[in-house]
């Protein structure tokens, strides 16, 4: 997945979850489960999703361009 991020947001999800934005590059992409998140109107394409990496699953939300 191409994946880009500010530092001052990716410093922010470190502080907020322990992990900078970055690691979600390392994820398993081709085995994701993911959905639009449609609970709102977020004024841009947002996706909640499921993603594997070495035995555990981590939940992710990005939008597309």
């Not at 922010?12 to 390392?26: P, R």
């Not at 085995?31 to 394409?45: A, I, S, T």
């Amino acid at each position: 997945m191409l994946f880009t991020c500010g530092p001052n947001k990716s410093r922010a999800n470190y502080f907020k979850h322990g992990k900078v934005l970055e690691f979600a590059q390392q994820l398993e992409w081709t085995n994701e489960m993911v959905w639009q998140d449609v609970r709102h109107n977020y004024n841009e394409v947002r996706m909640s999703g499921l993603v594997p990496l070495e035995g555990k699953v981590y939940a992710v939300v990005y939008f597309v361009c």
